[in-house]
Nanobody, 125 residues
Framework: QGQLVESGGGSVQAGGSLRLSCAPS???????MAWFRQAPGKRREGVAS????????VYADSVKGRFTISQDNAKQNIYLQMNNLKPEDTAMYYC???????????????????WGSGTQVTVSS
C-alpha cells in the first residue's frame, strides 16, 4: 500500500514563505502527485499537481504565481514552495498520489489513491 509523509509546515507571517515536502514510501511509480489543503469548515481543495513523467504542472487560480510544485530528480519526493503567503492560505496541507487517471479533474479527490496525514500551515496577518 505504501505511505506518504509530509513535512515542512509551520507558522509564518503574511508575506513569508514555507516549503512543504512529501516523501513516498513503499509506493509504485505514480502517474501524478498533488497537494491539497483543507481549512476549518471548508472542503478540501486542490492546490497544485505534477505529472511525474512529463513534469507538467497545474495550479489552482488562488495560488498561481505564488506557489511552485516540483519533484526531485529521482521523481520520488515532491515539494511545494509557497511564497507571499496570505492568511487565507491557512489550512492543513495534504500530499496525494495517483497511480492512474479515473478521468476526473486533477482537483478531484477521487483521482488519488493514497493520502498523507497532513501538515499544518498557519499564516498570521
Amino acid at each position: 500500500q505504501g505511505q506518504l509523509v509530509e513535512s515542512g509546515g509551520g507558522s509564518v507571517q503574511a508575506g513569508g514563505s514555507l516549503r512543504l515536502s512529501c516523501a513516498p514510501s513503499g509506493t509504485y511509480p505514480p502517474n501524478s502527485m498533488a497537494w491539497f489543503r483543507q481549512a476549518p469548515g471548508k472542503r478540501r481543495e486542490g492546490v497544485a499537481s505534477i505529472y511525474t513523467n512529463s513534469g507538467r504542472t497545474v495550479y489552482a487560480d488562488s495560488v498561481k504565481g505564488r506557489f511552485t510544485i516540483s519533484q526531485d530528480n529521482a521523481k520520488q519526493n515532491i515539494y511545494l514552495q509557497m511564497n507571499n503567503l496570505k492568511p487565507e492560505d491557512t489550512a492543513m496541507y495534504y500530499c496525494a498520489l495517483s497511480y492512474y487517471t479515473d478521468g476526473e479533474s486533477w482537483t478531484s479527490e477521487y483521482e488519488y489513491h493514497l493520502w498523507g496525514s497532513g501538515t499544518q500551515v498557519t499564516v498570521s496577518s
